[in-house]
């Protein structure tokens, strides 16, 4: 089960993670307890919007910018979670899982090598590095 407070809660860590500020930084701006930011940010507690906001005004992020990167996570976590199950028909789990490997591939060097191919989907699907 993929759970929206442990998506939103990664998010949250990797902004603070990113500015090289510590959690007592960010809950003395936000006016948070450290111990809740901490539960926060390990998923073990629902953010409010309230509080959210105040998070986000701290990590002089916009909420926007958090939520949108929640969604892609949320995406792909759906679609990791979904080629696994048996509601997925096969050709659709082929498509969502597309790295094929040849071993039959010779350096330049004359050795041979792994080579890894992706292969593009036929839809077109929006994916945001982290």
Request: hydrophobic share 40%; aromatic share 0%.
């Given at each position: 089960?993929?759970l929206?407070?442990?998506l939103?809660?990664?998010v ?23 111990g809740y930011?901490s ?13 959210l906001?105040?998070?986000c ?7 926007s ?17 979904s ?7 096969a ?10 490997r040849?071993?039959?591939v ?5 050795v ?15 994916v945001?590095?982290a």
């Amino acid at each position: 089960m993929i759970l929206l407070r442990r998506l939103l809660g990664d998010v949250l860590r990797r902004q603070r993670q990113r500015q090289g500020r510590t959690l007592r930084e960010v809950s003395s701006s936000a006016r948070v307890s450290l111990g809740y930011l901490s539960e926060v940010e390990r998923g073990q507690k629902e953010a409010s919007s309230e509080l959210l906001s105040s998070i986000c005004d701290a990590l002089e992020v916009r909420m926007s910018e958090v939520m949108r990167e929640v969604s892609d996570e949320l995406a792909l976590a759906e679609l990791a979670e979904s080629a696994t199950s048996d509601t997925v028909p096969a050709p659709m789990r082929s498509m969502l899982n597309p790295i094929e490997r040849m071993t039959s591939v010779t350096s330049v060097t004359g050795v041979p090598e792994e080579r890894v191919t992706i292969k593009a989907p036929t839809e077109a699907v929006d994916v945001v590095a982290a």
